[in-house]
């Protein structure tokens, strides 16, 4: 073999990550073990992330490339998951792009103004890779660390986003978006689209600089009813995820009490669909359809009961998956704050003896 022949470090890492249990079962391909990460790995409850992010603020935390790096691998070294996902939050896009905006601890996201009028949408300008360097710096040095384990970038979907705009912080009802999405259509569609072109400018930085596949956060989905989602929010989700589709990295769709949305957030174009704990794995991959892996979805609470009844609950879970073409094995929803890191530790082998073939 000539030197020229002979594969570079890079490219082996990248074929180790291409037949990494996790993408092969977002491929629906063959695994040699249930892949399994956490949403909300990162961060919350790990003593050293504590530890690390003491008297830093969280938007400062994620735009030093420093504490990414190291949050982001601090999960995947203590639990052996089977990916990353970068530390980051569905809203430093939006304050890249000049929102006036910061995460209260407890609280959440919270907005100065509110965007309301189409005044305030003109105020939203377009994201440029220039405006999030620190993301491109910290998953080329994470894509480097992290050998055969692949990295998941993620963004929240224009929906959840244009709830926390609209509204100015977290809300239970939604009324505020609500009555734009209602009484003002033409403004809603616009403040969608916008927010579509933002979230694709952010996972494309992400893609581009390495991660192996990107989730699309909408959380707050599980508040529409189907035919409004189809309506007024499932176009802008599908042109965020045709956006992205020429990367072939596997595109994963999740949101919260969306059993009635599964099929829709599939057609989305979704390759992956998240599963809340509401609706069994088989039952969600009926309302799924063929052709689209599923990830999910033992309820988060669950990790708090003992040992033997965390494995039932996570034997449930496999059980009813074991038929689909493809799963990957996650929570609900996220990594409750106080839960328990051994718990989570012990569920990842557990599911990897369980599943191992
Ligand atoms: O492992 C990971 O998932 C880490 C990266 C990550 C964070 N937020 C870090 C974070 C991800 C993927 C998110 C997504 C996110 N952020 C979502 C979608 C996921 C979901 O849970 O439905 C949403 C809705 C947000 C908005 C947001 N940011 C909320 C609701 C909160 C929690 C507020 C609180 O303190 O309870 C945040 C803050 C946040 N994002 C923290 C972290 C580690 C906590 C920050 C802190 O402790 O100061």
Known sequence: MSANDRPTGQQQTSTAVAESAFLKACRREPVPHTPVWFMRQAGRSLPEYLKLREGIPMLDSCMRPDLVTEITLQPVRRHKVDAAIFFSDIVVPLRAVGVDLDIKPGVGPVIGQPIRTRADLDRLRLLEPDDVTYVTEAVGTLVGELGATPLIGFAGAPFTLASYLVEGGPSRNHEHTKALMYGDPDLWADLLDRLADITAAFLKVQIEAG??????????????????????????????????????????????????????????????????????????????????????????????????????????????????????????????????????????EFVHTETAR
């Open 211 to 348: 991660a192996s596949a990107v989730q699309l956060f909408d959380s707050w989905a599980g508040a529409l009813a189907p035919s409004d989602y189809r309506r007024s929010v499932l176009p802008a989700s599908a042109k965020v995820f045709d956006a992205v589709a020429g990367y072939g990295v596997p595109r994963i769709h999740f949101g919260v009490g969306t059993g009635e949305l599964l099929g829709l957030m599939g057609e989305a174009g979704a390759d992956v669909v998240g599963v809340d704990w509401r609706v069994p794995m088989d039952e969600a991959g009926r309302r799924v359809g063929p052709g689209r892996a599923l990830q999910g979805n033992l309820d988060p609470a669950v990790l708090f009961a003992p040992r033997e009844a965390v494995e039932t609950k996570a034997r449930e879970v496999l059980d009813a998956a074991r038929d689909l073409p493809g799963h990957v094995f996650n929570l609900g929803h996220g990594v409750l704050p106080s839960t328990d890191p051994d718990a989570l530790t012990r569920l990842v």
